[in-house]
């Protein structure tokens, strides 16, 4: 994923095709003490469509954030991108465009 120039945090994701949906899979490294003592994170996928679904939350418990997955009945062909923001807030602190 690619950092947003605001950051706060570095991750890496998967995005696998599944048959009724998207399978997605990430770690999260928080890069400023702000992004450690955050509530929590959402993980939100943005159709190409422009309507945005938050997949996933989590709360910083431990740095790195590893082994996080989630699933959306939201087709992979559909998906125009994902990201990482703090819970409550429109502004990705990561991101990653699908095409």
């Given amino acids: 994923m690619q950092s947003t120039p605001r ?3 570095n991750a890496a994701l998967a995005v696998t095709e599944k ?3 998207t399978r997605l899979d990430w770690t999260c490294e928080y890069t400023k003490d702000w992004a450690k003592n955050a509530a929590s994170y959402d993980i939100v996928v943005t159709t ?3 309507i945005e679904s938050a997949v996933a939350t989590w709360s910083p418990a431990s740095d790195p954030a ?3 997955a989630a699933s959306t009945a939201i087709p992979t ?3 125009h991108t994902v990201d990482i923001r703090v ?3 429109d502004e990705p602190l990561a991101i990653t465009t699908m095409r």
């Fill in 7 to 9: 950051g706060g945090v």
């Fill in 19 to 21: 048959k009724r949906g």
């Fill in 48 to 50: 190409d469509e422009g």
């Fill in 66 to 68: 590893s082994g996080l």
């Fill in 77 to 79: 062909s559909k998906i």
């Fill in 87 to 89: 819970s409550g807030t």
